[in-house]
């Protein structure tokens, strides 16, 4: 679906306003949970509508499977390199970071959203709600509404445990953004591309339970307590547990082992943390819908586990109306919120050190993410033959040398024309991959009749030193392409 060009201070988009950008090449929105919101589309400097990308004009679109659109305004035209600019825009939320808002106190939620407006300097055309039943929230010091809600230390998200939706002039603060729809993602299964960056022989498969004051110190006979995966794992990890906050007196060791054993059967001690980045979700549930911050299931064939995780980060690629890639992490805030409820206090010393392993653990996921590297690959050949129905073809072409083992990666746009068989029935077109002549999984689409875009990106495994060959093939059922 092409994005639509508005003016600066177009506040209805209920017309075509200044026009359809159709010569779009490509046009990305990112969205991550509670933080960017923004457009990023590369456009001809020959396209039409072109003189009118504009700095403060605004993009209008669908952001994700929502119908609903959203605006983003203009903030970058970059100068063209080979003919195409890249235009990025952020969502019209961002307007919020240029009105000031004087300090407040509030007692509860339903006050502090309504004092936002009403302690704006400015005339404020946003609207705000909650669902979050119990909070207060105090500001010292004027500073703008964006960052008062999910920008300043100790901002309003921060200090509730909440989640912003950002919907045009709407703000909707959320106790939980998401929910279970019951979305299931199989680990190497429906995905088309998937890295597990935590790995999993770096789950605790159990704790070691204790007290200690004054003095007394209280552990188990067994001294460990196992999760039910652990013989799933070629080693046990175990975290030790501090219950000393969880006792106003010495407890004894039953005592002990009852508060070990309702914090291990509510926690995710025994299920790998992941953070795993989707390539493209093949949706073929497609009665289930993924939106941010929803809670999917994990499966993990191999361990026969699974566990669940939240939708962190969506990239919805505007021109196709399909998503190009998510992140699904695990909840790691659970961890830290499942010790408070067994120590009945969120400043003991147990909640402490859950978070502390919980972000030893977040580092150590950054970490791993930060050490994939790869190698960018530039296709050198590209064809432009016709292919006929039942037929297929090599469209392009890379050769290439890698000074050391790494991964390779291949990305670009393609501009083709189908002609379908007849008329009404959409053709098939498979996109087959191959790496030194060995075939990639493939990717089979349907297109109607007429001009279409198609962004290529595919990401090898490790492949050693020394020349390799890539190439990307097409071939068309029900039509030709041109």
């Not at 017309?15 to 990023?40: F, K, P």
């Not at 050693?464 to 890539?470: C, K, Q």
Request: net charge negative.
């Amino acid at each position: 679906m092409f994005p639509i060009l508005y003016g600066a201070t177009e506040q209805n988009f209920t017309s075509n306003g200044l026009g359809r950008l159709a010569d779009a090449i490509s046009c990305i929105v990112e969205e991550e949970r509670n933080g960017i919101y923004e457009l990023t589309m590369e456009y001809p400097v020959g396209g039409r509508h072109f003189g009118q990308l504009l700095l403060s004009n605004i993009i209008y679109c669908r952001a994700n499977q929502q119908p609903k659109k959203q605006a983003f305004r203009i903030y970058e035209v970059t100068d063209a390199i080979d003919g195409i600019s890249t235009i990025r825009a952020q969502h019209i939320s961002y307007q919020l970071t240029a009105i000031p808002v004087e300090p407040f106190v509030a007692d509860n939620p339903a006050d502090v959203v309504s004092l936002l407006s009403m302690r704006s300097v400015v005339t404020n055309p946003f609207t705000f709600d909650t669902d979050v039943e119990e909070g207060e929230f105090n500001t010292e010091v004027v500073d703008s509404c964006r960052a008062i809600i999910g920008g300043i230390d100790d901002n309003l998200l921060a200090r509730w445990g909440a989640e912003v939706e950002w919907d045009m002039y709407d703000v909707h603060i959320w106790q939980e953004r998401g929910q279970n729809r019951g979305k299931v993602v199989r680990y190497g299964k429906n995905v088309t591309d998937i890295t597990q960056e935590q790995s999993i022989e770096e789950t605790y498969t159990g704790i070691y339970p204790y007290y200690n004051s004054d003095g007394d110190y209280v552990d188990l006979t067994e001294k460990v307590l196992l999760a039910p995966t652990a013989a799933l794992y070629p080693f046990p990890r175990i975290m030790p547990v501090d219950f000393t906050p969880s006792f106003a007196s010495t407890p004894d060791e039953a005592a002990l082992r009852a508060k070990a054993e309702e914090y291990l059967a509510a926690s995710y001690i025994g299920l790998p943390r992941v953070s795993i980045d989707v390539s493209y979700v093949d949706d073929t549930d497609i009665s289930i819908p993924i939106y941010l911050c929803d809670t999917v299931k994990v499966i993990f064939e191999p361990l026969g586990i699974s566990t669940m995780a939240k939708v962190s980060r969506l990239s919805w690629n505007v021109l196709l109306d399909r998503y190009e890639s998510a992140t699904i992490g695990v909840e790691f805030e659970d961890v830290a919120s499942t010790v408070e409820q067994v120590s009945k206090s969120s400043e003991t010393k147990a909640v402490k050190q859950a978070e502390k392993k919980i972000r030893e653990s977040e580092a150590q996921t950054q970490q791993k993410i930060d050490q994939i590297t790869y190698e960018y690959v530039e296709p050198q050949t590209k064809s432009t033959a016709a292919i006929q129905a039942g037929s297929s073809a090599i469209v392009m072409a890379a050769y290439f040398n890698l000074a050391e083992s790494t991964k390779a990666r291949f990305c670009s746009t393609v501009n083709f024309h189908i002609a379908e068989a007849s008329e009404g029935i959409p053709a098939t077109l498979t996109v087959l991959y191959a790496v030194d002549g060995v075939q990639q999984p493939a990717l089979t689409q349907t297109y109607e009749t007429g001009d279409h875009i198609l962004t290529l990106d595919f990401l090898t495994g490790n492949l050693a030193a020394g020349d390799h060959v890539f190439g990307v093939a097409f071939g068309i059922v029900g039509g030709t392409l041109s």
